[in-house]
Nanobody, 114 residues
C-alpha cells in the first residue's frame, strides 16, 4: 500500500521560500505511470493543483504558479519536493502531495505570516 507523508515548516515569513518534502513509501516514484503532484487548498477555497513530476522525471507546473514554483525529486530517497518562492499570506494553505489517481498524503498546514 502506497503512503505519502508531507514534511516541512508550518510557518513561513512573507517573501521567503516555502519548502516541503513528500516521502513515498510502499512504492517507487519511478514506477511506470506514477505522477507525483503537489496540490494545495487555501482556507475556505477549493483544491489548487501546483505541479507534477512524472515517473520519468518530467515536470509540469500550473501556469499561474510556474514563475514561483520548483518541483524536484530524489529517487534515492523516494522523495519529491516543492519550493514556492516569494510567498505572501495568500499562499497560506493546506499542502498535499499525491499520486494522481491514487494515494494522497494527509496534508500539512503552512501559514505565511510575519
Amino acid at each position: 500500500q502506497v503512503q505519502l507523508q508531507e514534511s516541512g515548516p508550518g510557518l513561513v515569513k512573507p517573501s521567503q521560500t516555502l519548502s516541503l518534502t513528500c516521502t513515498v513509501s510502499g512504492g517507487s516514484i519511478t514506477t511506470n505511470d506514477y505522477y507525483c503532484a503537489w496540490i494545495r487548498q487555501p482556507p475556505g477555497k477549493g483544491l489548487d493543483w501546483m505541479g507534477t513530476v512524472t515517473y520519468a522525471g518530467k515536470i509540469y507546473y500550473s501556469p499561474s504558479l510556474e514563475s514561483r514554483t520548483s518541483i524536484s525529486r530524489d529517487t534515492s530517497k523516494n522523495q519529491f519536493t516543492l519550493q514556492l518562492n516569494s510567498v505572501t499570506p495568500e499562499d497560506s494553505a493546506v499542502y498535499y502531495c499525491a499520486l494522481l489517481g491514487g494515494a494522497w498524503g494527509k496534508g500539512t498546514l503552512v501559514t505565511v505570516s510575519s
